[in-house]
């Protein structure tokens, strides 16, 4: 008999239940349903490529036996998404199109689909990305809890080089993707799965073993738009912890200072309201965590953040940077300085600060902004310790505004003459007075209380006559 579509899956026990749960959501006519038992005597790739072969028709599902499928007709969904995308030869419900790793989940908003998931007593969702409708979204691979595949698509079968029940999925896809076939996202599936996959030793094993095979082959983007972005595993592990509100205009600036030595870049946004959140939601190291005061400047909020969200970072980061959107950590080699940092017995960086000012300002996005400005002066108030080691430091005891610390730890130890830090306020004098003006208006009874932000509310006649000052003193700083 000729079938349309052949559903494969791996257990411990075959049970006649869950067989006819995938047939009556399937479809009911036209499924071949193919159950291997198997306690362990087989990988999941031997049994996989069993399935393959044994598979009468070209359209094979291979599914985790822990899944129910929400979705009536699923099956109908599969045949006429590889009907409409005959281009495409393998499809999933989750998947990543920016793998940098074997840890294919590593870039958090390169991930996309829609997976729930249920403990037996609560259910959840895991919503990585936009549902895409009935339109397909290229991957790089997809995860093993649903894979679809067209055999007459395909380059290459699964790799019996890893064992067990882990890197099954990725090693399939990326082996196929590399050999020009072409993965696809499909949305229109919805599948709750009864477990959460765990890493064990035998993941790790393999893990390396992928990460053997094809890490010169790594790491692959498909967005165009965050390809140049890197994840440079000669730099030690790097959380940047950051206060953020309204910085629509320093955002691809800041972003293009420190993408390409940090590992995460947590935002801690105020409620903004132009496209802050659209700029950030677009990069792939950046988290958002949203927090409000109520329209207001409240340095106590801020300090809470700055004194407490780095935290956790412990046992993931190996260094912390925890700043304002407007301050750029510099060095002239800034990758050797932080390697040279972090392999020294010091455990805080000590910068020399700079506030950073050009009488006239255009928001050129195509150069660095420490190419486009590069004058400023000397101010003692941004010594500021943004940059710390994280298994050393347990306090950094900041006061307002961050510019004086008392850290506490098993270790204290300054690092410096080697950093500048540079506050990029003054970006011509019309940016600079409508921020002070954003300011003004936000500033809290609290801070007005204990005169933090006293000089926002200086009138614009003030702020142009100190800007002016500025002026006569600077100085080329890099």
Same mark, same amino acid.
């Given at each position: 008999?000729?079938?349309?579509?052949?559903i494969?899956?791996?257990?411990? $026990? /075959? =049970? *006649?239940? #869950?067989?006819?749960h995938? %047939?009556?959501?399937?479809? &009911?006519?036209?499924?071949?349903? @193919?159950?291997?038992?198997?306690?362990?005597?087989?990988?999941?790739?031997?049994?996989?490529?069993?399935?393959?072969?044994?598979?009468?028709?070209?359209?094979?599902?291979?599914?985790?036996?822990?899944?129910?499928?929400?979705?009536?007709?699923?099956?109908?969904?599969?045949?006429?998404?590889?009907?409409?995308?005959?281009?495409?030869?393998?499809?999933?419900?989750?998947?990543?199109?920016?793998?940098?790793?074997?840890?294919?989940?590593?870039?958090?908003?390169?991930?996309?689909?829609?997976?729930?998931?249920?403990?037996?007593?609560?259910?959840?969702?895991?919503?990585?990305?936009?549902?895409?409708?009935?339109?397909?979204?290229?991957?790089?691979?997809?995860?093993?809890?649903?894979?679809?595949?067209?055999?007459? $698509? /395909? =380059? *290459?079968? #699964?790799?019996?080089?890893? %064992?067990?029940?882990?890197? &099954?999925?990725?090693?399939?896809? @990326?082996?196929?993707?590399?050999?020009?076939?072409?993965?696809?996202?499909?949305?229109?599936?919805?599948?709750?799965?009864?477990?959460?996959?765990?890493?064990?030793?035998?993941?790790?094993?393999?893990k390396?073993?992928?990460?053997?095979?094809?890490?010169?082959?790594?790491?692959?983007?498909?967005?165009?738009?965050?390809?140049?972005?890197?994840?440079?595993?000669?730099?030690?592990?790097?959380?940047?912890?950051v206060?953020?509100?309204?910085?629509?205009?320093?955002?691809?600036?800041?972003?293009?200072?420190?993408?390409?030595?940090?590992?995460?870049?947590?935002?801690?946004?105020?409620?903004?309201?132009?496209?802050?959140n659209?700029?950030?939601?677009?990069?792939?190291?950046?988290?958002?965590?949203?927090?409000?005061?109520?329209?207001?400047i409240?340095?106590?909020?801020?300090?809470?953040?700055?004194?407490?969200?780095?935290?956790?970072?412990?046992?993931?980061?190996?260094?912390?940077?925890?700043?304002?959107?407007?301050?750029?950590?510099?060095?002239?080699?800034?990758?050797?300085?932080?390697?040279?940092?972090?392999?020294?017995?010091?455990?805080?960086?000590?910068p020399?600060?700079?506030?950073?000012?050009?009488?006239?300002?255009?928001f050129?996005?195509?150069?660095?902004?420490?190419?486009?400005?590069?004058?400023?002066?000397?101010?003692?108030?941004?010594?500021?310790?943004?940059?710390?080691?994280?298994?050393?430091?347990?306090?950094?005891?900041?006061?307002?505004?961050?510019?004086?610390?008392?850290?506490?730890?098993?270790?204290?130890?300054?690092?410096?003459?080697?950093?500048?830090?540079?506050?990029?306020?003054?970006?011509?004098?019309?940016?600079?007075?409508?921020?002070?003006?954003?300011?003004?208006?936000?500033?809290?009874?609290?801070?007005?209380?204990?005169?933090?932000?006293?000089?926002?509310?200086?009138?614009?006649?003030?702020?142009?006559?100190?800007?002016?000052?500025s002026?006569?003193?600077?100085?080329?700083?890099?």
């Amino acid at each position: 008999m000729s079938h349309k579509i052949s559903i494969v899956f791996s257990t411990r $026990k /075959i =049970e *006649n239940s #869950f067989i006819e749960h995938v %047939k009556k959501t399937c479809m &009911y006519k036209g499924v071949e349903v @193919l159950p291997y038992e198997n306690n362990g005597e087989y990988s999941l790739t031997e049994i996989y490529n069993k399935g393959l072969n044994e598979a009468s028709s070209d359209i094979v599902i291979f599914c985790h036996d822990d899944i129910l499928f929400e979705t009536k007709n699923w099956g109908e969904k599969v045949l006429k998404a590889f009907e409409k995308n005959p281009e495409y030869g393998i499809l999933g419900v989750a998947g990543t199109n920016h793998m940098i790793s074997g840890m294919w989940w590593e870039v958090r908003n390169a991930m996309h689909g829609t997976v729930k998931h249920t403990d037996g007593v609560k259910t959840w969702t895991n919503k990585y990305s936009a549902n895409y409708g009935n339109q397909l979204k290229e991957m790089v691979a997809v995860d093993g809890l649903f894979i679809a595949v067209n055999k007459a $698509k /395909i =380059e *290459n079968v #699964f790799d019996d080089r890893f %064992k067990g029940f882990h890197f &099954y999925d990725i090693s399939f896809c @990326l082996s196929n993707h590399i050999n020009g076939v072409n993965i696809g996202l499909i949305s229109n599936i919805t599948i709750l799965h009864k477990s959460v996959g765990q890493v064990n030793e035998q993941w790790m094993e393999n893990k390396t073993l992928f990460e053997e095979i094809y890490g010169d082959k790594l790491p692959i983007c498909l967005n165009e738009e965050t390809k140049h972005i890197i994840f440079d595993k000669e730099l030690p592990k790097i959380d940047m912890h950051v206060l953020c509100w309204n910085e629509e205009k320093i955002i691809p600036y800041f972003l293009n200072h420190y993408e390409n030595f940090v590992t995460n870049i947590i935002v801690y946004d105020n409620k903004s309201n132009d496209n802050t959140n659209k700029l950030l939601k677009a990069h792939p190291k950046v988290t958002i965590i949203p927090y409000d005061t109520n329209g207001e400047i409240r340095d106590d909020a801020y300090l809470q953040i700055k004194n407490n969200a780095w935290k956790n970072s412990i046992g993931k980061a190996d260094i912390v940077i925890v700043c304002d959107m407007d301050e750029f950590l510099y060095a002239e080699d800034f990758k050797s300085a932080i390697i040279e940092f972090n392999n020294s017995d010091a455990t805080i960086v000590k910068p020399t600060g700079y506030d950073m000012i050009v009488s006239d300002f255009n928001f050129d996005y195509t150069n660095k902004l420490t190419d486009l400005v590069k004058t400023g002066y000397k101010n003692n108030l941004f010594d500021k310790m943004v940059m710390f080691k994280t298994k050393n430091i347990t306090d950094m005891n900041y006061n307002g505004g961050c510019h004086v610390a008392a850290p506490r730890g098993n270790k204290v130890s300054l690092f410096e003459n080697k950093f500048l830090l540079l506050h990029y306020k003054r970006l011509g004098l019309k940016y600079f007075l409508n921020k002070m003006s954003a300011y003004r208006k936000r500033l809290s009874d609290f801070n007005k209380k204990y005169k933090l932000g006293y000089e926002y509310e200086f009138d614009n006649n003030k702020h142009t006559e100190d800007f002016n000052e500025s002026l006569n003193k600077i100085v080329e700083v890099i």
